[in-house]
């Protein structure tokens, strides 16, 4: 197998729960149906500063050195899309959204099914594979925060999220060369497949479960 390899396989096995994570009812789900911009926002904020978190504690216990080095460049693109975030939140938002500088606390983000299933890996190569699926779904969801923003006529937050979601191509390549590095024979490779399909899964289940509890079908309307 190759990177390509992996990254084809998850998108093909799990195209159905990457398009509904992708899909408007998603952003219906991460703000538990509160579709207004501060609260979009304040979600958004939520998920980058937990990825951000996330990955510079894998980069802290991390002992292969280039696992180390793309984990902790990762969690400084987090670092620096969190902060994007809170520019576009005024200030009573950014504390709802749990900014520490402002008295926020970590409730929000250790509610997130992600990082907490994040949180559980320390393989290098389960953590390589995991990173490459994290970003398949951040990819997903990112574009429903540009939608939104161009429907909501504030093309300003549309680009920032539009530039963020760029960002994703970068990471995704790193984690591309990662699996290269990291993965020397097939049993490598099922394994680093299975952990980016379990990161998908576990988004989906937390997509399904979230909007069921909110009285919403999480099939799309045929």
């Known amino acids: 197998m190759t990177p390509d390899d992996v990254l084809e396989t998850v998108q093909s096995d799990l195209a159905t729960e990457l398009s509904r994570l992708g ?22 904020a939520v998920a980058e500063r937990a990825a951000a978190e996330t990955f510079a504690a894998w980069a802290d216990d991390e002992p292969d050195a280039d696992a180390r080095e793309v984990f902790a460049s990762i969690a400084a693109d ?33 509610d997130l099914a992600i990082p907490t299933h994040l949180r559980s890996i320390d ?3 389960e953590r390589a594979g995991a990173l490459l699926g994290r970003i398949l779904v951040a990819d997903e969801s990112k574009s429903q925060y540009v939608g939104y923003f161009v429907g909501d006529a504030d093309p300003q937050t549309a680009r920032v999220f539009r530039e ?15 699996l290269a590095a990291v993965c ?5 490779w099922e394994v680093a497949t ?12 937390e997509h399904v479960e979230t909007l069921e509890s909110l009285g919403i079908d999480p099939k799309p309307v045929c």
């Open 194 to 205: 299975a952990a980016a399909a379990d990161v998908v899964a576990v988004a989906y289940e």
């Open 78 to 110: 987090e670092r620096a899309h969190a902060e994007r975030v809170r520019e576009e939140l005024d200030g009573g938002a950014a504390d709802a959204a749990g900014d520490t500088d402002a008295g926020g606390t970590t409730d929000d983000v250790d």
């Open 184 to 188: 020397t024979d097939e049993a490598d």
């Open 123 to 125: 393989g290098t190569i």
């Open 23 to 44: 899909s408007s009812k998603a952003l219906y789900a991460a703000t538990e149906g509160e579709l207004e911009a501060d609260r979009v926002l304040e979600a958004a």
């Open 164 to 178: 963020l979601r760029g960002d994703l191509e970068g990471q995704r390549d790193r984690a591309l060369d990662l």
